[in-house]
C-alpha cells in the first residue's frame, strides 16, 4: 500500500512498519482524533484468518491495560477490507534490543514484573495470549519498565468454545511456546507463564532456552529438554530468580505459577539480598558435574495426524503410546504431525537396538491409525542428559533423514551410528536415501569398510569348540557350551564360523536357532515358543513338553544342534526347558551352543552346571590378530605406527578396532566414534553417580591423574571412591608419584578415560580444565611438564 492511501475515510497511511502471518502493520495518521496509530490490515486469504483477525479486535477493544497495546478502533471498509487500529510506540521490541546482548537481571526482573502485570489483566479477563515472544513485547522508548503486550492474533478467551485455528497446526512461535501447545492439548494461562519464563531466560542467558534448527528439534526440544540453569550460564543470577524461571518452564502445567499474577506477585517477592552473590560462592553457582553427556538413540516420526471418522487425536495416540510403554519407550506427540519416541532407559548399552524395535512397532502402529505411511528416523549421537532426554543435534539429524527427498514410504532410516550399533540382528540396507530398517534378519558377517572382516584370533576357541561337538556326535552324548563375553567381543561371529565348519564335517546336523527377545522382553517361552509354533503350532502352554518331544525325534536320526542367542535376555522357562532335553537326552547327540553376555550368570546362576556345561570366555584379541583385522581393511601397506596405535586404542575389543578403523579410513581418527562411546558409556552408566563424577573430573587431567588434583576440581568430596574403581577395573594405584605427596593414579584402559571425558558438558570441561591448571601451580609444577 502506498503512502497517501487512505483507509475507511479516516487513516492516512505514511510507511510500512511490517508484515506478518495476517497481513500488514503501517504507521498511520488518524484524522478523526487527530495522532499517530498503527494499522493492522488483513491480507485476502483463508476465512480462519479473518476470524482470527476479528477475535483480536473484539479482546483488545475490551482489554484496558497500561501494559497492553491500545486498542483505537476497528472496522471494515467499503472495499471489504479489515482493519485494526492501534497506539502508535515509539522505541523498540524486545527481539531487537535482545541483539545486542542480555540484560542485566535488574533489567530482566524490570521486564518480567511489567509483562506479568499486563499478562494478569489479560488473564483476569478470561484471555490466553498463547504468543508471548520477545517480538511481541514492546519496550517503549527502550526502558525495560515500560513494556506493552503486543499481537493478540492467536490469543483465546477461556469462554470461547468454538475452534478458531486449525487443527494439526502449531499456535504459537517455537520455542517460546508451552509442552502442551506442542502436543495440542487444551491450554490456559499457564501456557503464558511458560512462554515468559522462556523469554525471562534468553534475556538473561543471552540465548534462547529451546530455539535452534529446523522447527521439529525446536518442538521436540521444548517437549523434552531442560535447558541448563541460569546460574551455570551466569554467576550473577540470584539462586531464588533461577528457581524461580526454572519453575516458570517446568514440562507440566501443573507444576508452574498459576498465571500472571502469580508471577508478578513472585517477582515482587523476591529478596533484594538474593541479588548479591556471595563472594566464596563458585562462579556459576552450581557444583562440577551435575549433569553429562551420553550418547543416546531417539525416533522420530511423521506420520499425519489428520482424525479419522469417529475418532479422536488423543485416542489413537493413546494407543500408540500405551503400545510403546509396554517396551519401555516412550512417546511425545506433537502439533503439526511429529512424533519424538525414546527409551526409558537413555543410555542402555542395548538403546540402538530398542530404539529400532520402537520404530518397528510404531511403525506397524501408525499405519493402522494414520491416513498416511508415516516417515520414521533413528539416529545416534551425543546429547546433554539434564533430568530428561534432550534434543540437541539429534532432532537436527532427524530432520535432515526425514526431509531426504528419496525415502521410501512406509520405511524406517537410521544413521550411520545406528547402522553400525545394530549389527546383525536387524535388516538394514543401503537404499537411496541411506540405511532402510526393514525387521529382523538372519546372522552375517560384520562390514568393515564395504568388505567382510577376517576371522582372526579365535582359533584356539574355534578349536575348543568343533572338539566339543566332535565328542558330542562320535561319542552320541549330549553337549552345551556357553559362549560368554561382552556386547561386540566376537561371540556371533565365532558361532558363525563354527556353524561353517559343522556344515562341512557333518551336512547332516539339523540346525535349530533361537534368541533371546531384543530389549529383554523376556515373555514365558518366548525363546523357544518360535521353533515349536514352527513345526506344531503348539500354544504357549505346551511349549516344554512339545520342545522336548521335537528335539527327542530330531536326534533319532541325526546330531541335533541348538543355537541360543542373547541368553541373557531369555525367559526362565526356555532356559529350564533346555536344561529338561539335555537331562532327558544325555546318551543323544544333542549340541546346544548358548551365547551370552557374563551378565547371564547373574540371571541365572549356576545354569546347566548339573549337565556339565563348558563355559568359553571370549576377551580381547591379541596384538598381531589386531594387526591383521586393520592390515585387512586399510591394506599391507599401512603405516606401522598407524596400525601399532589403532591397536593399542582399541585395547583387543574386535567392535572398537573395526569403528576405529572406520574413522581413520575417513578421516576422522582423532574423535572416538559415537558407536564406541555407546558402548564404553553404557559400561560406565552401570556405576554410582558420584563414581561416574569422578571418572569426569579425573578424565580432564588425562590418562594418569592425582586424587587431590581430583577432587579440588570436583570441590570436595571422599578419596574412598578411588578403591571402589580399583575394585570396577576402571583405575589402577602407582606405587610412586610424580609429584610428592600426592597420589597418583591411572586409567587402566585410555578408552575409558576417552568416553568419560566425553560425557564432560562443555561447561564443566572449561570450569574443570581452569581448577586443574590452577592447582598444578599450586602444587609449583606445571600441567604440560607433569603429562609429558
Known sequence: MQPGTIVADRFVVEALAGTGGMGAVYRAFDRAQGQRVALK???AGEASYAARFAEEARILAHLAHPGVVQWIAHGEDAGGQRWLALEWLEGEDLAARLVRGALTVEECLAVGLAAAEALAAAHAHGIIHRDI?????????????RVKLLDFGVARRTNVTHAITRSGVVVGTPGYIAPEQVRGDPTDARADVFGLGAVLYECLAGRPAFAGGPMMAVLARLLVHEPPPLRRVRGDIPPELDALIARMLAKEPEARLADGAAVAEAICSLSPRSFRRDASEPEGGNAFGENEQRVISVVVAAPSFDERPGDTDTAWFTRVETALARIDMRAYAMTGGLLLVRS???????????????????RSLLEREVT???????????????????????????????????????????????????????????????????????KGARVVIDCASPFVGRERELSALMALFEDCTGE???????????????????????????GA???????????????????PFGVLGSIVRQARGHVPGEVAPAFSSLAEAAVENRPLLLIVDDLQWADAPSVLAVEQALHRL????????????????ERFPRMWVERDAQEIHLGGLA????????????????????????????GGHPFYLEELIRAAAEGRGETLPETVLSMLQARLAGLAPEERRFLRAASIFGDVFWVRGVLRVLGGGSPAVVSALVDHGLLERHPTSRLLDEEEVSFCDPLVREAAYATLTAADRARGQAVAAAWFERVGETRECVLK
Open 41 to 43: 490490515l488483513l491480507a
Open 133 to 145: 515472544k520477545p517480538s511481541n513485547l514492546f519496550l517503549v522508548g527502550g526502558d525495560p519498565s
Open 344 to 362: 526409558k532407559d537413555a543410555g542402555s548399552p542395548d538403546q540402538a537396538l530398542q530404539a529400532a524395535r520402537g520404530a518397528l512397532l510404531l
Open 372 to 442: 498416511e505411511v508415516p516417515r520414521i528416523a533413528i539416529v545416534t549421537g551425543t546429547s546433554e542428559i539434564a533430568g530428561r532426554l534432550p534434543a540437541g543435534e539429534l532432532l537436527d539429524r532427524a530432520a535432515s533423514l526425514l526431509a531426504e527427498p528419496a525415502l521410501v514410504a512406509g520405511a524406517a532410516y537410521v544413521d550411520d551410528a545406528t547402522q553400525a550399533l545394530l549389527g546383525t540382528r536387524l535388516d538394514v540396507h543401503r537404499g537411496p536415501a541411506g540405511w532402510e530398517l526393514h525387521g529382523e534378519r538372519e
Open 476 to 502: 552320541g552324548l549330549a553337549r552345551a557350551v556357553l559362549v560368554t563375553g561382552p556386547a561386540g567381543i566376537g561371540k556371533t561371529r565365532l558361532c558363525h564360523e563354527a556353524v561353517l565348519r559343522i
Open 505 to 523: 564335517m557333518a551336512p547332516e546336523v539339523e540346525i535349530w536357532t533361537a534368541r533371546g527377545p531384543m530389549a529383554g522382553d523376556a515373555a
Open 586 to 601: 544325555q546318551d543323544r547327540p544333542l549340541f546346544v551352543l548358548a551365547l551370552a553376555r557374563p551378565e547371564v550368570h
Open 623 to 650: 596384538p598381531r590378530a589386531a594387526a591383521r583385522l586393520v592390515h585387512h581393511a586399510l591394506g599391507e601397506g599401512a603405516e606401522p605406527a598407524k596400525v601399532a596405535a589403532l591397536v593399542e586404542r582399541a
